[in-house]
T-cell receptor, first 116, second 109 residues
Framework: NAGVTQTPKFQVLKTGQSMTLQCAQDMNHNSMYWYRQDPGMGLRLIYYSASEGTTDKGEVPNGYNVSRLNKREFSLRLESAAPSQTSVYFC???????????????FGPGTRLTVL | GQSLEQPSEVTAVEGAIVQINCTYQTSGFYGLSWYQQHDGGAPTFLSY????GLEETGRFSSFLSRSDSYGYLLLQELQMKDSASYFC??????????FGPGTRLSVLP
């Protein structure tokens, strides 16, 4: 199992350019998440998808869009990149079984994005 | 909404025990989780408390008290490799996740 994979690992954009960050998981999880992490800070939720076919805004959704393409894949799109979007982006999927006291998120390796 | 607070930094020596606290304000949540993140790496899961009380996983233990809106992560027999950032997190009933700001642990020889 590869777990959670993200592409690309690094990206440099100019202000106004667009790009899509790709994420895939092979653990058959229902829920997937996109976070951003600024230097020395915690993780902030951008968007999440509790199940295939649904997406919801997190804490910092402005400037981003997402697509839950199928159960495996969840992409994040920046339509017009801004320097404030310079950050490390993590995708995660989670296994949640309340009745069994189980709740674990698995993170991808991250994408380091710089917007000039 | 949900918000969590953690100390920004903790320092301890090898072999010691350290406790990292997490206080929260939330309208409701499933449970409290803890994640470890080394510099340049991705967060990895450490522990989860769905119910009040202590959960033990090897050298790591985690505690939750819903009545006190408080939890902690206890690390025993500290090793140099434990130097990392530690985050508490809650899953809301809407399936969203909120992370605390993180505590940077430095383990000294």
């Amino acid at each position: 199992n590869a777990g959670v994979t993200q592409t690309p690992k690094f990206q440099v954009l100019k202000t106004g350019q667009s790009m899509t960050l790709q994420c895939a998981q092979d653990m058959n999880h229902n829920s997937m998440y996109w976070y951003r992490q600024d230097p020395g800070m915690g993780l902030r939720l951008i968007y999440y998808s509790a199940s295939e076919g649904t997406t919801d805004k997190g804490e910092v959704p402005n400037g981003y869009n997402v697509s839950r393409l199928n159960k495996r894949e969840f992409s994040l799109r920046l339509e017009s990149a801004a320097p404030s979007q310079t950050s490390v982006y993590f995708c995660a999927s989670s296994e949640h079984r309340p009745g069994q006291g189980l709740d674990t998120q698995y993170f991808g390796p991250g994408t380091r994005l710089t917007v000039l | 909404g949900q918000s969590l607070e953690q100390p920004s930094e903790v320092t301890a020596v090898e072999g010691a025990i350290v406790q990292i606290n997490c206080t929260y304000q939330t309208s409701g949540f499933y449970g409290l989780s803890w994640y470890q993140q080394h510099d340049g790496g991705a967060p990895t899961f450490l522990s989860y408390n769905a119910l009040d009380g202590l959960e033990e996983t090897g050298r790591f233990s985690s505690f939750l008290s819903r009545s006190d809106s408080y939890g902690y992560l206890l690390l025993q027999e500290l090793q140099m490799k434990d130097s990392a950032s530690y985050f508490c997190a809650v899953r809301g009933f809407g399936q969203n996740f909120v992370f605390g700001p993180g505590t940077r642990l430095s383990v000294l020889p």
